[in-house]
């Protein structure tokens, strides 16, 4: 067990000099759509660093402005426990740039739910707050 993960981790130390090998190979990143956006591709991140043994926490942010409130934030990435460094990870890449290392701390739950959120359908009343 132990020889597997040195080589995943080795793996991993390899994939990241190279973003788009880290997207591609290791994350297996589809495509952002309607049905796949940063919360989905958050999770499935965590899900792949899981399966190497590596802990990861999910951030709720808005990349755009420093210090935000929790409503002014609009994204979700990822923060990676990588030999004992927070890294972030956001779409599949590596980012170091110190804008992914602010927002709001989420558990797996809170990802789950906002994950689940999309699969709602939307009502004819959200769409048209004023009614018909």
Known sequence: MRRITLI???LL???LISPLLMR???FRMPAYSA???CDDGTLLMMERFESIGITSTPILGNLKTTDEQYG???HVWLLADIFGTQMAFDRGVFYPDGQ???GYLLSEEQLLFFVAQDLEPISLAAE???GP
């Open 8 to 10: 995943s981790l080795s």
């Open 128 to 130: 048209n707050p004023a």
């Open 13 to 15: 130390a390899l994939l």
């Open 24 to 26: 591609m190979v290791f």
């Open 100 to 102: 992914h290392y602010e």
């Open 72 to 74: 002014d934030c609009d």
């Open 35 to 37: 049905t796949f956006d």
